[in-house]
C-alpha cells in the first residue's frame, strides 16, 4: 500500500477528509475555469467595439454621442460583472431550494409586462420602462427556467416517467406560452431547445420526444389556424424559403444582411469604413439583432471566423462543466446554459445568412441589450459556480 493510501485510510478512519477536498471547500475561488472568464471578456469587448461601429455613424448624424450604445453597453457590462462575482460565491446547490421562487418571480414579471406596465416596441410588448434603463423579463426568464427545470429533473436522478416530462413541460411551457404572447417567437423558441436539451440530459426517453414532437407539430397547426402567429412572424418566417423575395417589404432586411456579409468578402472593409451597409444603416436593429452582419462586412471571413472560434470555446467550457459537475443539478444548469447559447448563436447567425427564419433573438454577448447581457453574464456566474465546486 502506498504512502497516499495509508494516509488516505488514516484520514477516514478519525472521520477526517481529504486535504484537498478541504481546501476546495474552503476556497472554492482557487478552481476559477479561468478560460470561461477569459472568452467571456473577449465576446464581450468584441461585442462593445462592434456595437460603436454599428451605431456610431448614425449618431454622428443625428448630432449625438457616438460612442452612447458602447458606453451604455460597457456600464451594463460591469453591472453584468458584479452579478456574476456575486453568483459565482454562492454556492449553486443551494439554489435548488430558491428556484421555485426564483421561477415563480419571473412568471409575475412576463404577467405584468403583458399589462399595462409593459412597454411596446417593435411589435413586441416585452419590456418595463424606467426611462434612464429598460428590462426585458424574457431575457431573465430563460435562467429562471433553466433552474426550475434542473431542480425538478434531478430530483428524479435519471428516472424520468410521462409524468415527469409533462411537468417538465408544463414548467417551460408556461414562461414559453406568456413570451410568446408578447410576441417574442425567438424567446419562446429559446425556452423550447433549452427544455429539449435538459430532457435529455435529464434522461427522458425517445419515446417520450416522439409524443412531445407529435403534441408540438399539432400546437404549430394549431396556432396558424387560430392566427395566434401574427402575419409579420409568418412573413419573417417564410422569407429565407423564397428564392426572389421582395426586397421592398418582408424580404428587405434579408436581402440587406446578406449583401452586407457578402461585401466583406476575406478580410471585410475595415471598421468605421464609409459609404458601407453599415455606415448608411441599410440594416435594421444592426446594434441588436443584425450585429453579425457588421461582424461580416467589416470584418469580413476571417473576423466572423474568429468570432465563432470565441463561441464554439465558450459552448465547449459549457459542455465540460456539465460533465465534470458532481451532481445532477449542476449538469443539467450548465447544459442548458449550453443548449440557450449554442440555439440563439444558430439562430441568430443563420437567420443574417438567410438559413434560418429571421426571428429577433440577439447574438449572445455581442448584440446591444443590457437585459440580454446581464442574463448572459449570470449563466456564466452559474457555470463557474458548478466549476469551482465539482471537487466538492
Do not use: C
Not at 458584479?82 to 428556484?99: I, K, P, Q, S, T
Request: charge should be neutral; aromatic fraction near 10%.
Amino acid at each position: 500500500m502506498g504512502m497516499q493510501g495509508v494516509f488516505g485510510g488514516a484520514v477516514d478512519r478519525i472521520g477526517g477528509e481529504p486535504i484537498t477536498a478541504r481546501m476546495a471547500r474552503k476556497a472554492p475561488i482557487r478552481h476559477l475555469d479561468p478560460m470561461l472568464m477569459m472568452i467571456t471578456l473577449l465576446l464581450t469587448t468584441f461585442g462593445a467595439v462592434m456595437i460603436f461601429s454599428a451605431t456610431s455613424s448614425n449618431q454622428e448624424f443625428l448630432g449625438s454621442d457616438p460612442a452612447f450604445f458602447m458606453k451604455r453597453q460597457i456600464i451594463y457590462a460591469f453591472v453584468g460583472a458584479f452579478a456574476l462575482a456575486g453568483l459565482a460565491l454562492f454556492d449553486y446547490r443551494h439554489l435548488r431550494a430558491f428556484a421555485p421562487i426564483i421561477y415563480g418571480v419571473a412568471l409575475l414579471t412576463l404577467v405584468l409586462v403583458l399589462t399595462p406596465l409593459g412597454d411596446v416596441r417593435n411589435n413586441t410588448k416585452s419590456w418595463f420602462d424606467f426611462g434612464a434603463f429598460q428590462i426585458q423579463p424574457s431575457e431573465f426568464a430563460k435562467i429562471a427556467v433553466i433552474l426550475a427545470i434542473a431542480t425538478y429533473l434531478a430530483e428524479r436522478k435519471g428516472d424520468v416517467r410521462a409524468i415527469d416530462v409533462a411537468i417538465a413541460v408544463g414548467i417551460g411551457g408556461a414562461a414559453a406560452g406568456l413570451i410568446f404572447i408578447e410576441p417574442d417567437l425567438g424567446g419562446t423558441l429559446v425556452v423550447v431547445a433549452v427544455l429539449a436539451v435538459m430532457l435529455l440530459v435529464g434522461g427522458a426517453k425517445i419515446r417520450h420526444f416522439a409524443a412531445l414532437g407529435f403534441l408540438g407539430a399539432v400546437l404549430v397547426v394549431f396556432s396558424l389556424q387560430a392566427g395566434l402567429i401574427k402575419d409579420y412572424q409568418i412573413e419573417r418566417i417564410t422569407a429565407f424559403l423564397d428564392t426572389s423575395p421582395d426586397v421592398q417589404t418582408s424580404g428587405y432586411t434579408l436581402v440587406q444582411a446578406k449583401i452586407a456579409i457578402a461585401s466583406g468578402g476575406m478580410d471585410g472593409k475595415g471598421l468605421g469604413t464609409e459609404n458601407t451597409q453599415t455606415d448608411l444603416r441599410f440594416v435594421p436593429e444592426q446594434h441588436t439583432d443584425f450585429i453579425f452582419t457588421a461582424v461580416g462586412e467589416q470584418l469580413g471571413f476571417v473576423g466572423s471566423a474568429a468570432l465563432l472560434g470565441l463561441f464554439a470555446i465558450l459552448i465547449w467550457r459549457a459542455l465540460r462543466i456539465a460533465a465534470m459537475s458532481r451532481d445532477l443539478f449542476g449538469t443539467l444548469v450548465a447544459a442548458g446554459i449550453a443548449a440557450m447559447w449554442g440555439f440563439q448563436l444558430f439562430v441568430n447567425v443563420g437567420m443574417t445568412m438567410g438559413i434560418m427564419p429571421i426571428t429577433g433573438l440577439p447574438l449572445p454577448f455581442v448584440s446591444f441589450g443590457g437585459s440580454g447581457l446581464l442574463t448572459n453574464f449570470l449563466a456564466v456566474g452559474l457555470l463557474l459556480n458548478v466549476h469551482m465546486r465539482r471537487l466538492i
